[in-house]
């Protein structure tokens, strides 16, 4: 099992940043890709980000990309997600994911957090 325990939410204006954490432990692999989705109310669950364990190689949603930067350290097994001229169609809430493949799907991920609210003001 792994477990993953996200951090960073809260409320923030728009145009402000947050930089969100996601702490794994248990049975992490290096050969894991960690993948950032978020969903607000009466939508379904969006992919935002992801970040290969192992490289580093890093992925995006195509309305992300130049705003939000994902990153990992690998010494403390946490991935983080910096949020940057925050809008509020931002506002939902943001889930760390764990998988063994990179994918856009949020089904392909085995494990996730619990999830952290963002809520930007307009």
């Known amino acids: 099992q792994v477990q993953l325990v996200e951090s960073g939410g809260g409320l923030v204006q728009a145009g402000g940043s947050l930089r969100l954490s996601c702490a794994a432990s248990?049975?992490?692999?290096?050969?894991?890709?960690m993948g950032w989705f978020r969903q607000a109310p009466g939508k379904e669950r969006e992919f935002v980000a992801a970040?290969?364990?192992?490289?580093?190689?890093?992925y995006y949603a195509d309305s992300m990309k130049g705003r939000f930067t994902i990153s990992r350290d690998n010494a403390k097994s946490t991935v983080y997600l910096q949020m940057n001229s925050l809008k509020p169609e931002d506002t939902a809430v943001y889930h760390c994911?764990?998988?063994?493949?990179?994918?856009?799907?949020?089904?392909?991920?085995?494990?996730w957090g619990q999830g952290t609210q963002v809520t930007v003001s307009s």
């Open positions: 994911a764990a998988g063994t493949s990179y994918s856009v799907v949020p089904t392909s991920y085995n494990y």
């Open positions: 248990g049975r992490t692999s290096r050969s894991y890709v």
């Open positions: 970040i290969r364990w192992s490289g580093g190689n890093t």
